[in-house]
């Protein structure tokens, strides 16, 4: 169980980022937790939880706060893409692997950042951090994988209606 300023800090860190809203419990805050800790509470989380929630939020809000890429002379694929997908995008894409899991026949043992990685390299053809996964996306490579991830939830709905019916 958290102490009040823990729980706090979670909830700060989220709403800098945009993914609380008050009153929904379902709400990406909450999508974040579970797809971390499979908790529906914050306040439920132990110690190390909570550090991995807090860790995930640091690494968005820092990522957020970046104003430049890198500069790196090896790779100008970073340089173009480096947060040009937009918030609504990334929301849309975890909304859709949200659903994509509620079609699983049986659990994954990749959580939904490891799936969605292997989505985007295996789509849109980039390297992706399980802390970050979209973070050099390009709006059209967003567009593009939001397109692909609806395909797979109608595959997949296409399959479990085809073994249940």
């Not at 009040?4 to 379902?26: D, S």
């Not at 994954?108 to 789509?123: D, H, M, P, V, Y």
């Not at 992706?128 to 692909?148: N, T």
Request: glycine share 8%.
């Amino acid at each position: 169980m958290l102490k009040p300023q823990q729980t706090q800090k979670i909830y700060a860190m989220a709403a800098r980022l945009g993914l609380v809203e008050n009153g929904n419990k379902n709400d990406l805050l909450h999508d974040l937790v579970y797809s971390k800790t499979e908790k529906t509470s914050v306040r439920e989380l132990t110690e190390t939880e909570y550090k991995a929630v807090v860790g995930e939020l640091a690494g968005r809000l820092k990522v957020q706060n970046l104003e430049d890429p890198p500069k790196n002379k090896r790779s100008k694929t970073y340089k173009q893409g480096r947060n040009g997908i937009t918030e609504g995008q990334q929301k849309k894409v975890w909304q859709c692997m949200y659903e994509l899991a509620k079609y699983d026949t049986e659990p994954s043992t990749a959580t939904l950042g490891q799936r969605l990685c292997g989505i985007i390299k295996k789509e849109i053809h980039i390297d992706a951090s399980v802390k970050d996964p979209m973070c050099w996306l390009s709006y059209a490579d967003g567009s593009k994988l939001i397109e692909k991830l609806k395909k797979y939830i109608e595959n997949a709905k296409r399959r479990k209606d085809g073994v249940g019916g």
